[in-house]
C-alpha cells in the first residue's frame, strides 16, 4: 500500500521558519520526482517546489525562490521543505506529491497546514 504523509506544519510568526517532512512508502522512492505543493482558501493548488530523483536538480515557484529549499534523502525515502523568512501569503496546506512517469503513476499526501500569523 502506498503512503505519502507530510508532517511538521504549525503555526509561525512572519520571519519565521519551518521544516516539512514527508515520509513515502510502498513505492520505489528513488525512481519518483518528489515535490511540494500548496493551496490557500480560494485558490488554486500550486507547484511550491521539486526535486528529481536524485536531487541533483531542483526548481521552484518565483514566490519561493530564496527562502525555501527542497531535498532528499533516498536511503530514508523521505523529502523536506526548509522554509525560511516566512511570510503570511505563505499559509497554506502544503502537500507532498510522488510523480513517476516510468511507472506512470501520481501519489499525493493528506497535506500538513502551515499559518504565518503574528
Known amino acids: 500500500q502506498v503512503q505519502v504523509v507530510e508532517s511538521g506544519g504549525g503555526l509561525v510568526q512572519p520571519g519565521g521558519s519551518l521544516r516539512l517532512s514527508c515520509a513515502a512508502s510502498g513505492i520505489t522512492f528513488s525512481r519518483y520526482t518528489m515535490s511540494w505543493h500548496r493551496q490557500a482558501p480560494g485558490l488554486e493548488r500550486e507547484l511550491v517546489a521539486a526535486i528529481t530523483t536524485t536531487g541533483d536538480s531542483t526548481n521552484y515557484a518565483d514566490s519561493v525562490k530564496g527562502r525555501f529549499t527542497i531535498s532528499r534523502d533516498n536511503a530514508k525515502k523521505m523529502v523536506y521543505l526548509q522554509m525560511n523568512s516566512l511570510e503570511p501569503k505563505d499559509t497554506a496546506v502544503y502537500y507532498c506529491?510522488?510523480?513517476?512517469?516510468?511507472?506512470?503513476?501520481?501519489?499525493w499526501g493528506q497535506g500538513t497546514q502551515v499559518t504565518v500569523s503574528s
Open positions: 506529491n510522488a510523480k513517476s512517469t516510468l511507472f506512470s503513476t501520481n501519489y
